[in-house]
């Protein structure tokens, strides 16, 4: 038996809410757990001192930026014809993975991180598939 990690509530914040609803459309609509131990979270809290709904704005803002992006250089490389699988290297907890599994197939994305918990925690929210890296690159074997 599988056991669940830690993560907080769906974020449904009406600055969020306003934000996804006018910038992201409704297919592409990110999963809105975050993990408790989510790094970047962290960091736009601290950014914004504190404010939870500025700090949740810039969190998913970035992440769309961040996938969008990818998809484009994506499509710049491959054109309609893209890669088979695609590999998200040091993907924290999934600020951008999150849109990445609604831009390509979940099955095709694969998630690499130092932290066993982040890699964990999009397995299990998003679907993709994960394995553990390590802070010497020379030692990171790819699954």
Request: net charge positive.
């Amino acid at each position: 038996m599988r056991a669940m990690l830690a993560y907080r509530a769906a974020e449904r914040h009406p600055l969020v809410e306003s934000y996804l609803a006018t910038q992201v459309p409704a297919p592409l609509q990110p999963a809105r757990e975050i993990a408790a131990g989510d790094f970047m979270l962290r960091f736009f809290l601290e950014h914004r001192h504190g404010h939870r709904d500025l700090a949740l704005v810039d969190y998913f803002q970035s992440g769309w930026s961040l996938a969008r992006t990818l998809r484009q250089v994506l499509a710049w490389r491959w054109g309609e014809h893209l890669p088979g699988r695609v590999l998200d290297f040091a993907c924290g907890f999934g600020r951008g993975t999150r849109y990445l599994v609604r831009l390509l197939p979940a099955e095709t994305v694969t998630v690499a991180d130092i932290f066993a918990e982040a890699v964990a925690f999009q397995r299990q929210l998003l679907g993709v598939r994960g394995f553990v890296s390590a802070a010497d690159p020379g030692v990171v074997r790819c699954e």
